[in-house]
Every structure is written in structure tokens, then in C-alpha cells.
């Protein structure tokens, strides 16, 4: 008897952002090892569930990966001839669709639980992110799970940073400056964000410089963190518009290096563009708590 527990897998692979390539023979005709109906979760490594087995099988699971590898969202199906084209002895005829149902997510790690992050990570969630939320402080993470963002209660937020996969998307947002200085220092040392953003003003922005370069951070590392962040476009000291403008820093970025980051695994360095510049005032105060 087979175990057809997709449903729990794939449930599984929406919480963890992991995309998937649903399979279902929708019309059999014939001997064929499975009926219409019958389906089975394709990811870049695994598989779950079976059609069946034998040479239907092992062309689903191609045509899935192959569908995976170039990050089609369109679904597609394919009719087979089990004898003719298959050499399958079972000989009937199946069609099976493919259907593209968990979105690719980039990996980002918040670091800080205060007004613009509440606004923000509520917008992010809606995109095709899967954040990882940071704070010493139980206490500000609001009630109700947000679907997408897994809550993270620490007293070492720079302890935190080791553990993150390699390629994400970071931003520093904490309610206290020095924090956010060793958070920086640690990012910059793994040498791998995708994107590293800290919130703030031009002021902050060389302070941070100076103190990093103490630190013996060459101008070359400096570069790679923003600060300050958001589009240009879109001012405002409103912790929504500021959320806004973030977030609309980030679509930038996946949007336009995402095609080749998931390909090649590389880094891919933007050159820096006019970006909205929110105060210190604006960072203590609306962040801070």
C-alpha cells in the first residue's frame, strides 16, 4: 500500500519557503501503475509520494527538476504512452500534470522588533521572502504568527548571525546603536549577504565607517553595507513610509540580480543608487522602544 503524505509535506515545504513541483496523473487509459488522481511532491532533492515508479516516474521527476532549475511558474502537461515511448510492459497511456505551488524565497534576517520593523515585516511577508525576526525582547513580537516569519527571542542577537545561510538578505533595525555596530562588524565578517542594510542617517552612516574601519574593515568591506535605506522616492519619518520604502529597496534587489543568484550561487554586488535618508532622530525614536 503506498504512503500518500503530501499533504503534510508540502505544508512542511510552505512553512520552510523550499519550492516544489506538485504531480498528478490527471487521465490514465489502460494498465498504468496508477490511476487518475494520483500524486507525488517533486523538490530539487527529494521526492514524496509516488506516481508509480519505473520510467513514467523517473521522466515526471526530470521534467519536475528541469521545471525547478529554470524556475517556471507555469504549470504544464505531458501525455505518455507507457509502451511505445516509455517501454513500460504495462502499456496503457497516462497524462500527468505539472504544477509549480511553493514560490522560491529569499532568506532574510531581521534584527529588531521596533515600529518600522513591525510595519515592515507585515509587508514582507507578503512577498517572496522568509524572514528570520530578532529581539532580546520577548515582549514587542506581536501575538498572533505571521505566516512566513519565524520569531526569535535572544540575548546574543550577534551570536545569532553564525547559524544564517549563506546569501541572505540582512537588515539591522535594533533599538540600540552599539548593538547595531557589533551586528554590523559580524555580517561584514562572514563576507556572504546578499543584501545588509542598517537603518539610519548619513551621520550614522560615517560614524559606523569610522568605528569599522578601527576594527581593520577596508574600504572595500564598507561598501557592501547600505546605510542609509529605502528608495529615494518614497520620504517620509512615518514608520509605514519608511516600511514602505524599504521594502521597496528590497523588490529592487531580488528583482533585479534574482534570475542570476539562484543559477550561479554568486554574489552579486549593485552598485549604490540615491536612497531616502531617515534620520538618527528618526532611527532613536522610531525604533527604539
Given at each position: 500500500?503506498?504512503?500518500?503524505?503530501?499533504?503534510?509535506?508540502?505544508a512542511?515545504?510552505?512553512?520552510?519557503?523550499?519550492?516544489?513541483?506538485?504531480v498528478?496523473?490527471?487521465e490514465?487509459?489502460g494498465?498504468?501503475?496508477r490511476d487518475?488522481?494520483?500524486k507525488?511532491?517533486?523538490?530539487e532533492?527529494g521526492?514524496?509520494?509516488?506516481?508509480?515508479g519505473?520510467?513514467l516516474?523517473y521522466?515526471?521527476?526530470?521534467?519536475a527538476r528541469d521545471?525547478?532549475?529554470?524556475?517556471?511558474?507555469?504549470?504544464k502537461?505531458?501525455?505518455?504512452?507507457?509502451?511505445?515511448?516509455?517501454?513500460q510492459?504495462?502499456?496503457?497511456?497516462?497524462?500527468?500534470?505539472?504544477?509549480?505551488?511553493v514560490?522560491?524565497?529569499?532568506h532574510l534576517?531581521?534584527?529588531g522588533?521596533?515600529?518600522?520593523?513591525?510595519a515592515?515585516?507585515h509587508?514582507?511577508?507578503?512577498l517572496p521572502?522568509r524572514?528570520?525576526?530578532?529581539d532580546?525582547?520577548?515582549?514587542?513580537?506581536?501575538?498572533?504568527q505571521?505566516?512566513?516569519?519565524t520569531?526569535?527571542v535572544?540575548?546574543?542577537?550577534v551570536?545569532?548571525?553564525?547559524?544564517?545561510?549563506?546569501?541572505?538578505?540582512?537588515?539591522?533595525?535594533?533599538?540600540?546603536?552599539?548593538?547595531d555596530?557589533?551586528?554590523?562588524?559580524?555580517?561584514l565578517?562572514?563576507?556572504d549577504?546578499?543584501?545588509f542594510?542598517v537603518?539610519?542617517s548619513?551621520t550614522?552612516?560615517?560614524r559606523f565607517?569610522?568605528?569599522?574601519?578601527e576594527?581593520?574593515?577596508?574600504?572595500a568591506?564598507?561598501?557592501q553595507?547600505?546605510?542609509?535605506?529605502?528608495?529615494?522616492?518614497?520620504s517620509?519619518?512615518h514608520?509605514?513610509?519608511?516600511?514602505?520604502?524599504?521594502a521597496?529597496?528590497l523588490i529592487?534587489?531580488?528583482q533585479?540580480v534574482?534570475t542570476?543568484?539562484?543559477v550561479?550561487g554568486s554574489?552579486v554586488?549593485?552598485?549604490?543608487?540615491?536612497?531616502?535618508?531617515?534620520?538618527?532622530i528618526t532611527?532613536?525614536v522610531?525604533?527604539a522602544?
Amino acid at each position: 500500500m503506498f504512503k500518500d503524505n503530501w499533504i503534510q509535506i508540502l505544508a512542511e515545504l510552505e512553512r520552510k519557503g523550499e519550492p516544489c513541483v506538485l504531480v498528478t496523473v490527471v487521465e490514465h487509459k489502460g494498465s498504468t501503475p496508477r490511476d487518475s488522481g494520483t500524486k507525488m511532491l517533486v523538490t530539487e532533492q527529494g521526492c514524496y509520494a509516488t506516481i508509480g515508479g519505473g520510467h513514467l516516474e523517473y521522466k515526471a521527476l526530470k521534467l519536475a527538476r528541469d521545471m525547478l532549475l529554470r524556475g517556471e511558474q507555469q504549470m504544464k502537461v505531458e501525455r505518455f504512452n507507457l509502451g511505445a515511448s516509455l517501454g513500460q510492459c504495462c502499456g496503457g497511456m497516462a497524462s500527468i500534470m505539472l504544477e509549480p505551488v511553493v514560490q522560491a524565497r529569499h532568506h532574510l534576517v531581521l534584527f529588531g522588533a521596533g515600529h518600522v520593523a513591525k510595519a515592515l515585516v507585515h509587508i514582507l511577508a507578503t512577498l517572496p521572502f522568509r524572514i528570520t525576526w530578532i529581539d532580546e525582547r520577548e515582549s514587542e513580537f506581536p501575538l498572533e504568527q505571521i505566516a512566513n516569519v519565524t520569531q526569535v527571542v535572544s540575548d546574543d542577537s550577534v551570536g545569532e548571525i553564525a547559524s544564517q545561510p549563506a546569501n541572505s538578505f540582512y537588515l539591522v533595525m535594533t533599538h540600540n546603536h552599539q548593538l547595531d555596530l557589533e551586528l554590523c562588524a559580524k555580517i561584514l565578517k562572514r563576507q556572504d549577504a546578499r543584501y545588509f542594510g542598517v537603518i539610519g542617517s548619513k551621520t550614522k552612516r560615517k560614524r559606523f565607517d569610522y568605528k569599522l574601519k578601527e576594527r581593520g574593515f577596508s574600504e572595500a568591506n564598507l561598501t557592501q553595507m547600505i546605510c542609509p535605506i529605502g528608495l529615494s522616492e518614497v520620504s517620509g519619518k512615518h514608520p509605514a513610509e519608511i516600511a514602505v520604502s524599504v521594502a521597496g529597496e528590497l523588490i529592487r534587489e531580488y528583482q533585479q540580480v534574482g534570475t542570476l543568484a539562484a543559477v550561479t550561487g554568486s554574489i552579486v554586488t549593485q552598485v549604490a543608487s540615491p536612497r531616502a535618508e531617515f534620520s538618527d532622530i528618526t532611527n532613536d525614536v522610531v525604533v527604539a522602544q
